[in-house]
């Protein structure tokens, strides 16, 4: 009886499992990719994702340089570079990169071909 009630629960549980929690993980996935390669295009690639912040319109992505003991490791870039990734249709992404003036700059753009979108 007990075994019965469990199987009960989680299927109940299971069947309540918000679908969004996938295509938001589709979209940070395909986020952090988009800016990985512009990274390495752009021989930035020493700077490492840190934080991720959620708005009401788009996703802000902070990459940061490494540092050793609190120094940071290349002075000629920025210590922070700050990424807006937006998705205004279910197929087409695109990656700003926000100026220390809190200014987007579109730097990718992407169409996306796949029936579920995001």
């Known amino acids: 009886m007990k075994s019965i009630f ?3 629960i989680s299927l109940i549980l299971t069947a309540c499992h ?7 993980y589709k979209q ?3 986020c952090k990719s988009l800016i990985q390669g512009y990274l390495n295009a752009q021989q930035l690639g020493q700077y490492q994702f840190h934080q991720k912040v ?5 996703d802000l992505y902070i990459y940061k340089q490494p540092t050793v003991s609190g120094m940071v490791l290349s002075i000629v870039h920025q210590p922070n570079l700050q990424f807006e990734c937006s998705n205004s249709s279910k197929i087409r992404v ?3 990169l926000v100026s220390s003036f809190k200014q987007a700059i579109p730097v ?7 029936k579920d979108g995001f």
């Open 6 to 8: 469990c199987f009960c």
């Open 18 to 24: 918000p679908t969004n929690l996938d295509s938001e």
């Open 28 to 30: 940070t996935f395909i």
């Open 54 to 58: 959620k708005n009401q319109k788009n």
């Open 94 to 96: 695109e990656i700003k």
């Open 108 to 114: 990718l753009s992407i169409n996306l071909i796949n």
